[in-house]
């Protein structure tokens, strides 16, 4: 692998990505899993809450003067390197035992996110990426592999990947978004972190959506980049840092943009 200054960083985010997946992967499909439900009226499980806490556990002790920020326990300490962390994007699947989810890991320096790790055990794939150090994905016990995105330059060979439609109802944006749907050559609802990790494959060549936090996105953005592809909000500010997220294999995404003209963030 490409080395990075980030390097040892990443090698803790893998390693925490390792005893998070000893978490859920123990708790998937269990019969005593406690589901309860945040004020947003979305689901927790203990998975969730366990898999941060441990995470935010060894950072005390392996990167003491890092602040983190995650799903479940909200924001602590400060300075310019943030750990960011969902400890199970699609919980709704988790409790559901679809097996389409996974803990994201992000490191971020300044306004960079300068590590990303996406590990999904249940589908025994994971992700990564360190600024410089491009981006790798490991299918079960095969080598790891880096990744490019796709080459495809028209919305009309282009296949769309996003979570649901009933975001785009709620912001008033599904209109614009079925006549996209109508532009491209396939669209497909893979869903959450998996529709990002097709774009920074090559499998797919847009994914969007339009609502979305800085947790769902952080870890996602080096891995899509690194891959040699965009990831923007919708009005096109780089990274994560928008509401809502557009990832592309770079050639398409300024088509996007001007597709939506969504407002300035």
Excluded at 45 to 71: C, F, H, K, N, W
């Amino acid at each position: 692998m490409p080395e990075s200054r980030y390097a040892d960083d990443l090698k803790i985010a893998l390693d925490l990505a390792d005893h998070a997946d000893k978490i859920t992967m123990a708790r998937f499909q269990a019969s005593d899993l406690v589901v309860e439900s945040k004020p947003d009226l979305t689901p927790v499980s203990d998975a969730d809450r366990g898999v941060e806490d441990m995470i935010r556990t060894a950072l005390a002790t392996r990167r003491p003067d890092d602040a983190i920020y995650g799903e479940e326990r909200g924001s602590s300490g400060a300075g310019t390197r943030r750990w960011i962390i969902d400890p199970i994007d699609g919980t709704k699947n988790f409790v559901r035992n679809v097996p389409v989810w996974a803990t994201l890991i992000a490191l971020v320096d300044g306004s960079d996110v300068v590590v990303g790790v996406v590990s999904a055990p249940a589908l025994g794939r994971r992700w990564w990426a360190s600024q410089g150090g491009g981006a790798w994905e490991q299918f079960g016990s095969n080598a790891p592999h880096t990744l490019h995105v796709s080459t495809i330059n028209a919305l009309s060979e282009a296949s769309l990947s996003y979570s649901s439609l009933t975001g785009w109802q709620q912001v008033g944006r599904i209109d614009e978004f079925v006549d996209l749907h109508a532009r491209v050559w396939r669209t497909r609802a893979y869903g959450d972190f998996f529709s990002y990790m097709l774009v920074a494959t090559g499998a797919v060549d847009v994914a969007c959506e339009p609502e979305l936090e800085l947790y769902d996105m952080a870890a996602l953005v080096p891995i899509v980049t690194e891959a040699g592809g965009r990831f923007t909000s919708l009005s096109g500010v780089a990274g994560p840092w928008g509401a809502n997220a557009l990832a592309s294999n770079g050639l398409l995404h300024d088509q996007i943009l001007d597709h939506f003209h969504w407002p300035k963030d």
